[in-house]
């Protein structure tokens, strides 16, 4: 796999964005030239920011840890990081941990882990004399609680912010709407004495969730909503993840998010466009922190792109958490989700994904919508070319070849066949199965009456055993219910593949097998779209209604024997089938063999 590193200065040449071009443009006016970090000590981890070092510019992939990260997230994470080392700059990984009710240690474990999957490892790479130590550009919300109190506090002592002692269903009722605007709170005159004596009671716990909040002081008949006076901190008594009970009132995301990236130096904070509206107040805040020298300027700016849509897919974390509780799916790597570590299990590459990420671009437009097809015309171009090639037959169907003792002598002789591991490449040398008087073909090769076009098993047809010789079918052998339960054929000597007498039979069938003799019993997944219709949730139906019930086909199949010692993850196209993955959680090498298909040759959806 190429790693990041690699392909930076391939990225130069790429077709330009507006994010790119802000970027140039503020290296070459210069405007974020190397500042002094403006907390101070105890206000976060500032040693490990890489502060001191000269870092062109400064992005973030700044996930909250309430949930597995998704399809989504992969562009974020490969557009804030491709952009930093493209520019000889750094990407921090942060954790905006504000909310101590939904975080949990297993999702800042996975994305940690889907991070470094995706290709970024170089940034968080292990110093093993420190285990267990946080690694460089790792960073949490929650390691500037101080600061952001002590900016709370400023913000309240500059009149700039009140406690608010009026209900949620007050609050919002009150805020109006697009054609209203908004009424004061009957506690917004207080003095910046009273305020602040209100919010250190609610740091110090004298009062229950829900009891107030603290809002910032702006604008009541602001046209946009997110200016009249928005809630910047609550009560929480909830046990956090990170800090345990130290404290008992948390930051909203919408203010903690702007201070962590000025803190971290960040200079192009870049988000998708459901956030354009919070640019104004994050502008705001930024602005009153550094007029009170809290921070210095210039402050970073944000930016915003549109969100990547995929088709069949949704990336609400509510939805899919609903999806995995209710037992929709097998959990949150179940292969059909379209959480990354559900891509993983079903066996896309990061490779795959980046590219994926990279021709959906880079815009403003918020109602694209991008065709699945388009994710797995990635894995396809991705994986050709380095995909061992291999057969496997998934719905088995056996064959017996009526003279193979006459042309061999013996009922149990083997002839030994073999197959490139790889087309195009001869280096990786080949692959050796055996051919023998029975075998397993696929049963959609034979028809009784064949349809137009049909070119394989039928009585008086002659196919290529691939890597095999010419054989004739005789007929097929029938059950009681008149279904075909086996295949005879005769086959025609002299015809093996790469001998001289290999084209003196001409055919148009040619069909993949399994020797009964040596091939190997596995479990197939055939994985689908998880969703019937390209937009689940459109018009707020039940996304639940569209569940695709064949998004799941399992199948017992034989496998050449070359597969025997595939370890977990590793990737295979089957030959006529498609790419298959060794399944990472269940497959066991020579024991247990478990493949899930990534997807087919060709998009064949709805067909």
């Known amino acids: 796999m190429s790693s990041p ?3 930076a200065a391939a990225e130069a040449a790429k077709p330009s964005h507006f994010i790119r ?19 101070q000590p105890g206000d976060g981890p500032s040693h490990q920011a890489g502060m001191a070092d000269p870092a062109r510019i400064r992005t973030r992939f700044p996930p909250e840890p309430n949930g597995y990260l998704h399809i989504g997230h992969a562009k974020s994470i490969w557009l804030n990081f491709s952009l930093a080392a493209e520019y000889g700059g750094v990407c921090h990984l942060r954790f905006d941990d504000t909310n101590p009710e939904k975080e949990e240690q297993e999702y800042v474990d996975s994305i940690r882990d889907m991070v470094r999957w995706l290709g970024w490892d170089h940034h968080f790479a292990d110093d093993p004399a420190r285990p267990g130590v946080r690694q460089p550009h790792e960073y949490f919300a929650s390691d500037y609680f101080d600061f952001m109190y002590r900016a709370a506090e400023h913000l309240i002592e500059a009149g700039h912010a ?7 269903e007050q609050i919002r009722a009150s805020r109006g709407d697009f054609g209203t605007p908004g009424t004061d709170s009957p506690f917004r005159h207080r003095t910046p004495a009273e305020n602040l004596a209100r919010f250190r009671e609610m740091r110090d716990g004298q009062h229950p969730d829900g009891a107030m909040v603290l809002r910032a002081k702006i604008d009541m008949a602001s046209p946009n909503i997110n200016l009249r006076d928005p809630a910047i901190y609550r009560i929480r008594h909830a046990t956090h993840h990170n800090t345990g009970d130290r404290w008992c009132i948390y930051p909203m995301y919408t203010f903690a998010h702007p201070i962590e990236d000025a803190l971290e130096q960040i200079t192009h904070s870049i988000c998708t466009l459901e956030f354009e509206d919070q640019r104004p107040f994050y502008d705001w805040l930024l602005e009153r922190l550094c007029e009170g020298g809290l921070l210095t300027a210039p402050p970073p700016r944000q930016y915003e792109f549109a969100r990547l849509n995929v088709g069949h897919v949704i990336t609400s974390k509510r939805k899919l958490r609903q999806l995995v509780e209710e037992g929709h799916v097998a959990g949150w790597d179940d292969p059909r989700m379209p959480t990354l570590a559900g891509l993983r299990r079903r066996g896309y590459t990061p490779d795959a994904l980046r590219l994926f990420a990279e021709r959906s671009g880079v815009t403003k437009t918020s109602n694209a919508w991008t065709d699945y097809a388009a994710l797995d015309a990635a894995l396809r171009e991705t994986l050709d070319p380095v995909a061992p090639r291999a057969m496997a037959v998934l719905e088995p169907l056996k064959l017996v070849i009526e003279n193979w003792t006459e042309v061999f002598g013996s009922p149990d002789h083997l002839e ?15 692959r050796q ?6 075998l397993w073909i696929e049963r959609s090769d034979y028809e009784d009456t064949p349809p137009k076009g049909f070119f394989r098993l039928f009585p008086g047809n002659k196919v290529r055993l691939k890597y095999g010789y010419v054989i004739e079918c005789l007929g097929a052998i029938k059950d009681e219910a008149g279904r075909a339960s086996g295949v005879s054929a005769r086959l025609i000597k002299d015809t093996k593949s790469g001998t001289p007498g290999a084209d003196s039979v001409k055919v148009k069938g ?4 399994v020797a009964a003799a040596d091939g190997l019993p596995a479990e197939v997944r055939l994985y689908d779209r998880l969703f019937t219709e390209e937009q689940p949730d459109a018009g707020g139906r039940d996304f639940l209604s569209v569940l695709n019930p064949r998004s799941l086909t399992t199948v017992q199949a034989i496998v050449e024997p070359s597969l025997a ?6 990737r295979y196209q089957f030959e006529r089938h498609g790419f298959f993955v060794a399944d990472r959680a269940e497959h066991v090498a020579g024991d247990r063999l478990v493949f899930n298909r990534v997807t087919g040759l060709k998009d064949s959806w709805g067909k």
């Open 510 to 513: 040619v069909i993949t097998w």
């Open 162 to 168: 009140y406690v608010d002692e009026q209900s949620a």
């Open 416 to 430: 030994p066949c073999h197959a490139p591991v790889h087309p195009h490449h001869p280096e990786l040398g080949q």
């Open 565 to 570: 010692g595939a370890q977990p993850e590793d």
């Open 433 to 438: 199965f055996m051919l023998g008087r029975e």
């Open 5 to 7: 590193n690699d392909t």
């Open 21 to 39: 071009q802000a970027i140039e443009h503020d290296l070459q006016a210069g405007t974020y030239a190397l500042r002094r970090w403006g907390g």
